[in-house]
């Protein structure tokens, strides 16, 4: 095997992950008869998924869906408005820049931490004395508890005399306002996303990258092939199918993602690290204007829900290939 | 199974370290340098939890190192049921989440038609949805089903929150594993689930840590659903736990960094024992034995 | 059965279970364990009773004991602490679940709030009846009972004063020759000294889950005979008053008496630079000296209520509520609870528990409050003069359902307060103030 061309690891690559895994459907070649006992058994394999879902989620959409067309408040529906609080919401400055923050905050999040997460996977794949305590060590901050983490980076960044800050002057850069410069904030509050997700992008990354088969990589370097190319060339069209899944994954965690932004920032200084999630909680659980902030949640979800659909027909163009 | 598959694997793992190992022997300690660092940077807000869990709280006589965070936590607060209910909330729904999600990844992997991609598309569509918005449903919905105030309430929607991700995650690792594998099952006369079960999953335990530690992660950390389902102290997660120091306008930080950490250690000592299961090789490994 | 039994069973039918981790076991204990939520009916049963953490760890342990004690016309009261993050959705998935408490206490508006949807039982009857007879009555401040009161009825009464007072710091004040400031422009004077010494005289922040910046900008607003609200309960930013503090405010913060980072800062951070010898004078909460640490907490003392270029003196405070919920198994013993309550609640305050204020002159008076300096101060020189007003000022005495929709926590508030405090901001006191009434009047319900 270890004699094998670099065309042919590649073409496997773009297959798509490790040793041709390419997840075919295999009822449609092989005997009729193993389609239908597929149908069958396919179903009750989704059954349990299928019946939580329904359970979970049909009453509270509709219950919000409901709530998003009233202008009430949390416990009367109050009157029925039609698409008014859309309009409204459409029609709001607030709303626009909140949206435009998302998505920054969203790109830097989920490639961010895919950069970060993917660096140091291949780091840790490679021999190095104590390994397992480096991994475990930085998947910490992917454990703590987000209330603490933010106190925790509350206390690196947010007065003078906190420990950035002093380095920062010291190193004759002034007085910096980590968390009351609006654009400053908004840095701080993705650098912070980076931090907290990169453990789960480190995980993925280096659990597919398991999967690769190593031979690949001698016949590419019996090819010639120098680092960089054996990187772009084998192992990102290696691990491609997981980085898509954690890019749709993450997009999902960073545009729903409250706590981060609430805990450290809520939005300030002056709205400039406002999201639409936190917006939607505001709306609703502080100013009392539930109509209009679940109307946000689901514009929210809609523009989520595009974005990841063509990210999604992305990982099936690579399985197709 | 999970000591066979160890086995299986372990047989392939020296051939590769020795060969990944060979490669770069000259930059080990460069690398070693590299991670050092790297981790400590990544590190010192963690490090910042520690250190005041060990300080001396506002209204305490002692100086220097100190225990009495975790004391006053440990005998006038329910930290210990806490701990217990968040250990068994996360560990049933940990379980079911695979057991639920497994099947439905591999129907995600393997089926190929305009149904399989739907449904990939509505879990989605569903995991979309933020939790803001529906918690008072939920909350009312389950309140009629006597779920509330009830540790099994709070694991039946944490397993519906991972579901989808778990999904997917399954079926991401499954489509590393070549169908070969399951046809030679197949031409035995295994059954589709005889060669799912047997097969595919014994091959997948690096996919089901992943997945089991995303489960255990959000359901160990999750806050407003466990905030607003669980309603007696002794019923309280750690997550809730914590915010009982929280004051109007002040926290008891030392008792919040003590709980901090009793928060940390499970995670810790979880991932130490799995550790070597994530750095056993993939399906490659298992493959050079046959 | 009481909750906290029921709570205990439902763990040990799961720990039982978790061996077999069949699903359908699982259910069945969910559903076996369900409904242990309280109940009963006129002749007897437990009324919940939920409150929140409104000082140290002491203040759950004496408040579970209070009600832990009653007992009348076989009702017993089950004790439920609701954590402050996140309350309001904890009050409203109980009051639309009707799985709420039956007497509880709330944040400054939530009376009002619920009683807007027709969830809260009004207490005149109960004033006016059985509390004009055992003098309860005539035991709270002066103008407490009016402070919830709508025109319905009166939605709660008064359980803790939740002030807003100045502070400063005594040992940097002696250090610098600085006197205790009483006007506006001696206080201006004040933070121009502490200037020059690198310390800040107005002291406040406006960070996540820091409201007081707000607090302090509404109480100098009505510190100049301003606020928010008209007579008719419409929002009133846009007024002269209002425009003459705002751009004091400006000021303080432009001229840098003012950390330029407090825009975000939460309520530890301006803790922290008090400790620092960083502030010397600022707005914050009856208990600061409490939440300081070390030798700061006993430098810092009670300032005096500054008077405004017209005249005026007045700052802000929050009457917080204790009310009764129509969701209950008796209404007589909603009211035997809450004048248990009353009757009981001394011990909170004089084992200094760390709540707020006291609404009651009995409990005011006793030695073991008043004879702390810095409360002693606040009730002589602030609440005494009827120097405190509520959200409502300057057209109401008390708080009402729209106050909660605009003012009271909402995000608008936080922004508003964010750009005040932020230097760089050259938006003048007029132009902020007509934004901000278009945004209240987009709030008002």
């Excluded at chain 1, 999902?252 to 200084?269: E, H, R, S, Y």
């Excluded at chain 2, 008072?136 to 105030?149: A, E, K, Q, R, W």
Aim: contains cysteine; glycine residues 10%; positive net charge.
């Amino acid at each position: 095997m270890s004699t094998e061309t670099v065309s042919g690891a590649l073409k496997r690559a773009r297959n798509g992950v490790g040793v041709s895994g390419s997840g075919r459907a295999p009822g449609g070649t092989k005997k009729r008869g193993k389609a239908v006992k597929f149908t069958g058994t396919f179903l009750a394999f989704a059954l349990p998924s299928v019946v939580l879902l329904l359970l979970l989620n049909f009453y509270p959409v509709i219950y919000a869906g409901w709530q998003s067309l009233h202008f009430g408040d949390l416990v009367n529906a109050g009157p029925f408005v039609w698409f008014q609080n859309y309009a409204s919401v459409l029609t709001s400055a607030q709303f626009w820049t909140a949206a435009l923050f998302t998505l920054v905050f969203t790109v830097v999040g989920v490639f961010g931490s895919w950069a970060v997460g993917l660096g140091l996977a291949l780091l840790l794949r490679t021999r190095i004395p104590l390994n397992g305590m480096w991994k475990v060590l930085l998947l910490l901050p992917w454990v703590v508890p987000t209330v603490v983490s933010a106190t925790s980076w509350n206390w690196l960044v947010a007065t003078p005399q906190s420990p950035l800050p002093v380095l920062a002057h010291a190193l004759g850069f002034g007085n910096v306002l980590f968390l009351a410069d609006p654009t400053l904030a908004r840095v701080t509050v993705c650098i912070f996303k980076v931090w907290i997700s990169f453990p789960f992008m480190m995980m993925m990354m280096s659990s597919a990258l398991a999967s690769v088969d190593t031979n690949v990589y001698e016949a590419s370097r019996v090819d010639g092939a120098n680092a960089w190319q054996t990187f772009t060339r084998i192992t990102l069209p290696m691990v491609s199918r997981t980085t898509y899944v954690s890019w749709i994954l993450m997009t999902i965690f960073c545009v729903n993602d409250f706590p981060t932004i609430f805990l450290l920032t809520a939005g300030g200084p002056s709205n400039a690290t406002q999201t639409l999630v936190v917006q939607a909680y505001s709306s609703v659980f502080q100013n009392n204007q539930v109509g209009p902030g679940v109307a946000t949640a689901f514009l929210m979800t809609i523009v989520l829900v595009i974005v990841s659909v063509v990210l999604y027909r992305q990982i099936q163009k690579v399985n197709i290939e | 199974m999970t000591a066979e598959t160890a086995n299986i694997r372990l047989a392939g793992v020296p051939t590769k370290r020795r060969r990944l190992g060979e490669q770069g022997e000259r930059g080990k300690w460069w690398r070693l340098l590299a991670i050092f660092v790297i981790t400590l940077i990544m590190i010192i807000p963690i490090i910042a939890v520690f250190v005041l869990s060990v300080t001396p709280s506002q209204n305490s006589t002692a100086t220097g190192f100190t225990l009495e965070n975790f004391a006053h936590v440990f005998t006038q607060t329910e930290v210990v049921y806490w701990l217990e209910n968040s250990l068994l909330i996360a560990a049933v729904t940990v379980v079911v989440c695979i057991i639920v999600a497994s099947p439905a990844g591999y129907v995600l992997s393997r089926g190929r038609n305009k149904w399989v991609s739907s449904y990939a598309l509505i879990l989605f569509v569903v995991q979309s949805l933020p939790v803001v918005t529906a918690v008072i449903p939920l909350f009312i919905l389950f309140s009629n089903l006597g779920l509330v105030d009830n540790l099994g309430g709070v694991m039946i929607i944490y397993v519906g929150a991972t579901m989808s991700v778990a999904i997917w995650m399954m079926a991401a690792y499954f489509d590393s594993i070549p169908i070969s594998l399951e046809e030679a099952a197949w031409i035995d006369g295994a059954s589709v689930f005889g060669s799912f079960s047997r097969v595919v999953l014994r091959n997948s335990l690096p996919g089901i840590l992943s997945t089991a530690i995303f489960a255990f992660l959000l359901a160990w950390n999750e806050y407003l659903v466990a905030l607003v389902f669980l309603r007696s102290d002794v019923n309280y997660t750690l997550t809730v736990g914590l915010n009982t120091f929280f004051q109007q306008n002040a926290a008891d930080w030392g008792s919040v960094m003590a709980v901090s950490v009793v928060m940390m250690a499970p995670p810790i000592i979880i991932f130490s024992v799995l550790n070597k299961y994530f750095s056993v090789g993939g399906i490659g490994g298992s493959l050079a034995g046959r | 059965m009481t909750q906290q039994s029921g709570a205990a069973f439902t763990r040990r039918a799961f720990i039982g279970a978790a061996g077999g981790i069949a699903a359908t076991t699982l259910l069945a204990a969910c559903t076996r364990t369900g409904g242990s939520t309280g109940g009963g009916n006129a002749s007897g049963g437990v009324l919940k009773f939920w409150n929140m953490p409104w000082g140290t760890p002491a203040f759950l342990t004496e408040d579970k004991k209070i009600i832990a004690g009653f007992k009348k016309g076989g009702f017993t009261a089950s004790y439920q602490q609701i954590q402050w993050a996140n309350f309001t959705t904890q009050f409203a998935t109980g009051a639309s679940s009707n799985t709420g408490p039956a007497v509880s206490s709330g944040g400054g508006t939530t009376s009002v709030l619920y009683a807007h949807d027709g969830k809260i039982q009004y207490m005149d009857d109960l004033i006016n009846g059985a509390w004009t007879t055992n003098g309860l009555k005539d035991d709270f401040l002066p103008g407490m009972l009016d402070a919830l009161k709508t025109t319905e009825g009166t939605t709660g009464v008064p359980y803790n004063l939740d002030v807003r007072p100045a502070w400063y710091n005594k040992k940097l004040f002696t250090q610098y020759g600085l006197q205790i400031p009483t006007t506006w422009d001696e206080y201006k004077t004040v933070c121009a000294t502490l200037k020059t010494k690198g310390i800040y005289g107005f002291g406040v922040g406006s960070g996540a889950g820091n409201n007081i910046g707000f607090h302090a900008i509404t109480g100098f607003m009505i510190n100049n005979g301003g606020g928010w609200f008209d007579s008719n309960q419409k929002p009133a930013a846009d007024t002269a008053a209002n425009e003459e503090a705002l751009d004091f405010v400006l000021e303080l913060v432009r001229q840098g008496y003012s950390d330029p980072a407090s825009s975000t800062y939460t309520n530890q951070n301006v803790y922290t630079q008090w400790q620092n010898h960083k502030i010397a004078y600022g707005i914050d909460t009856a208990g600061m000296a409490a939440n300081v640490t070390g030798a700061v907490s006993s430098e810092v003392a009670v300032a005096d209520p500054l008077t405004s270029p017209s005249g005026n003196k007045g700052f802000l405070y929050f009457p917080n509520p204790m009310m009764m919920w129509n969701n209950t198994p008796s209404k007589t013993a909603n009211q035997d609870l809450i004048t248990y309550y009353y009757q009981n609640m001394a011990p909170l305050w004089t084992q200094k528990t760390g709540i707020g204020l006291p609404p009651l002159k009995s409990i005011a008076n006793d030695p073991t409050v008043s004879g702390d300096p810095n409360n002693q101060k606040i009730i002589q020189d602030w609440v005494t003069p009827g120097i405190f007003k509520t959200w409502g000022a300057p057209g109401n005495s008390g708080v009402f359902f729209n106050v909660a929709n605009t003012v009271d926590g909402t995000q608008p508030t936080y922004t508003f307060a964010q750009q005040v405090l932020t230097p760089s901001n050259r938006q003048t006191a007029k132009q902020m103030l007509t934004a901000f009434q278009t945004t209240l009047e987009g709030l008002m319900k």
